[in-house]
């Protein structure tokens, strides 16, 4: 990489952070692209040119987010030892994640655009993890040996979108008492075992 290819990684780079650390703040819908680009310490002309809009800038930001945190699963998967304990962990530590996905959303102009957005992206990058850590779990006899990509794919698909559904308080009152006081952790027990008594898990 030549020295003017340096110099725009580091500008994108520094936006991307201001753009981050302001979701984190939850002040991003707030903050104007004069006041990012001031505390980014480059001009709004060039977040323009890198991002085209408010809305692609928060995109980028949160995709760095989802690597980040993809990056923390593989690691899990390469050195924890007990399926359970792995599983368990990477589906609590999601819900949690979807939660911090949820907060950036809301902050755009535009949210079913960004949310679309976002969920192109990560069923690009988590599909691949996600086929591995069951594959992990068919040579441990965890899982079943006869199930296709394409149906464990729905299956994760599947829990994801009832799993935002359940974090994202919009529909809140919509929920019965019962539905709402579904815990993070009792929620993925169901996902894994449904009803079965404890008795009859593997």
Same mark, same amino acid.
């Given at each position: 990489?030549?020295? /003017?290819?340096? *110099?725009?990684?580091?500008?994108?780079?520094?936006?991307?952070? #201001?753009?981050?650390? $302001?979701?984190? &703040?939850?002040?991003?819908?707030?903050?104007?692209?004069?006041?990012?680009?001031?505390?980014? $310490? #480059?001009?709004? #002309?060039?977040?323009?040119?890198?991002?085209?809009?408010?809305?692609? !800038?928060?995109?980028?930001?949160?995709?760095?987010?989802?690597? &980040?945190? !993809?990056?923390?699963?593989?690691?899990?998967?390469?050195?924890?030892?007990?399926?359970? $304990?792995?599983?368990?962990?990477?589906? +609590?530590?999601?819900?949690? /994640?979807?939660?911090?996905?949820?907060?950036?959303?809301?902050?755009?102009?535009?949210?079913?655009?960004?949310?679309?957005?976002?969920? &192109?992206?990560?069923?690009? *990058?988590?599909?691949?993890?996600?086929?591995?850590?069951? $594959?992990?779990?068919?040579? &441990?006899?965890?899982?079943?040996?006869?199930?296709?990509?394409?149906?464990? !794919?729905?299956? %994760?698909? @599947?829990?994801?979108?009832?799993?935002?559904? @359940? +974090?994202?308080?919009?529909?809140?009152?919509?929920?019965?008492?019962?539905?709402?006081?579904?815990?993070?952790?009792? %929620?993925?027990? %169901? /996902?894994?075992?449904?009803?079965?008594?404890?008795?009859?898990?593997?």
């Amino acid at each position: 990489m030549n020295g /003017f290819g340096k *110099q725009t990684e580091r500008k994108r780079s520094a936006i991307i952070e #201001v753009a981050g650390r $302001k979701l984190a &703040e939850l002040s991003y819908n707030r903050a104007t692209m004069k006041e990012i680009a001031a505390d980014a $310490k #480059v001009s709004q #002309v060039t977040i323009y040119n890198y991002f085209g809009s408010k809305d692609e !800038l928060l995109i980028e930001a949160v995709r760095g987010m989802m690597d &980040e945190q !993809l990056e923390q699963y593989r690691r899990r998967l390469s050195e924890e030892a007990d399926y359970s $304990k792995l599983v368990g962990g990477i589906m +609590l530590e999601e819900a949690r /994640f979807v939660k911090r996905i949820i907060a950036c959303v809301r902050q755009s102009a535009d949210s079913g655009f960004v949310h679309a957005r976002l969920r &192109e992206y990560q069923d690009v *990058q988590l599909a691949p993890f996600l086929i591995e850590l069951v $594959k992990k779990g068919v040579r &441990e006899g965890r899982i079943a040996e006869d199930l296709t990509e394409a149906e464990l !794919l729905f299956y %994760f698909g @599947m829990y994801q979108r009832e799993m935002i559904r @359940m +974090l994202d308080g919009s529909d809140r009152e919509e929920r019965t008492g019962a539905a709402g006081a579904v815990s993070e952790e009792r %929620f993925i027990d %169901f /996902f894994f075992h449904g009803l079965l008594s404890p008795r009859f898990r593997v």
